[in-house]
């Protein structure tokens, strides 16, 4: 991630620290061709979790219990195995850490920037973890074991209450879920100087090349700076 968070890295300064957090486990399974060519000599690689894909009977089971809605299977599919570990070994690191004023996450790390959200603002509403959100290609979910924190049991959807900026790649083959990724975020937080926003690129599934996006990332920038200003944040970020 270093590597790829370098363009906004660059464009917001020398006034922000980051701090990188690897996935609670080692990747398994091949790793995309682009990404072995472009970052292999930085592996090994680490995901949050293993997505299985429901099994046909946990699926009729699920849809089985009273007052869940037809469908719900469908919108919720996998299982995140090794889920419990991954939020056990964050709550840890973050406890060390302390607060942050930006969250960042990158396609799955956007899905447990998420998730961490949700489940900090159900365990400890009044004191979150972070200001803002920023989700890069992030996609849906679908974990049953996460649906708590997202869908009341009848389905009608539980909105993420933080500020959020959602950068998509419009070739990205993730590209819808991505935005399904976005409306799971409240349009106007609580108290927020910054409605939901939505940023586009004209690339895939990685953050913007800063070479051929300088413009972006500078807009980018003064987006978040924007928004540290108007909440009357200091100006020093730890990201």
Same mark, same amino acid.
């Given at each position: 991630?270093?590597?790829?968070?370098?363009?906004?890295?660059?464009?917001?300064?020398?006034?922000?620290?980051?701090?990188?957090?690897?996935?609670?486990?080692?990747?398994?399974?091949?790793?995309?061709?682009?990404?072995?060519?472009?970052?292999?000599?930085?592996?090994?690689?680490?995901?949050?979790?293993?997505?299985?894909?429901?099994?046909?009977?946990?699926?009729? =089971?699920?849809?089985?219990?009273?007052?869940?809605?037809?469908?719900?299977?469908?919108?919720?599919?996998?299982?995140?195995?090794?889920?419990?570990?991954?939020?056990?070994?964050?709550?840890?690191?973050?406890?060390?850490?302390?607060?942050?004023?930006?969250?960042?996450?990158?396609?799955?790390?956007?899905?447990?920037?998420?998730?961490?959200?949700?489940?900090?603002?159900?365990?400890?509403?009044?004191?979150?973890?972070?200001?803002?959100?920023?989700?890069?290609?992030?996609?849906?979910?679908?974990?049953?074991?996460?649906?708590?924190?997202?869908?009341?049991? =009848?389905?009608?959807?539980?909105?993420?209450?933080?500020?959020?900026?959602?950068?998509v790649g419009q070739k990205d083959s993730l590209y819808?879920?991505?935005?399904?990724?976005?409306?799971?975020?409240?349009?106007?937080?609580?108290?927020?100087?910054?409605?939901r926003l939505l940023i586009e690129h004209d690339g895939?599934?990685?953050?913007?090349?800063?070479?051929?996006?300088?413009?972006?990332?500078?807009?980018?920038? =003064?987006?978040?700076?924007?928004?540290?200003?108007?909440?009357?944040?200091?100006?020093?970020?730890?990201?």
């Amino acid at each position: 991630m270093e590597t790829q968070t370098r363009g906004l890295r660059d464009a917001l300064g020398p006034n922000t620290e980051f701090i990188f957090l690897n996935g609670s486990f080692e990747a398994r399974g091949p790793t995309d061709a682009i990404v072995e060519k472009l970052f292999g000599d930085t592996a090994p690689f680490f995901e949050w979790w293993v997505v299985r894909d429901l099994e046909t009977e946990e699926k009729e =089971d699920i849809e089985d219990q009273d007052g869940i809605p037809q469908g719900t299977a469908t919108r919720w599919c996998h299982a995140f195995e090794g889920f419990d570990q991954a939020i056990e070994s964050m709550d840890e690191k973050l406890n060390e850490l302390g607060e942050f004023d930006l969250a960042v996450g990158f396609s799955q790390g956007a899905i447990m920037v998420t998730i961490l959200s949700m489940w900090y603002h159900k365990k400890t509403p009044t004191k979150p973890w972070w200001k803002l959100v920023l989700c890069v290609c992030g996609v849906y979910p679908r974990g049953i074991n996460v649906r708590e924190l997202f869908e009341e049991n =009848d389905g009608k959807p539980i909105l993420v209450p933080f500020p959020s900026i959602h950068v998509v790649g419009q070739k990205d083959s993730l590209y819808e879920e991505s935005l399904v990724l976005k409306d799971m975020y409240t349009p106007h937080a609580r108290g927020s100087p910054l409605e939901r926003l939505l940023i586009e690129h004209d690339g895939g599934h990685k953050f913007p090349s800063p070479e051929r996006h300088t413009k972006f990332y500078a807009d980018l920038a =003064d987006t978040i700076w924007q928004f540290f200003t108007d909440i009357h944040h200091n100006s020093v970020a730890r990201l």
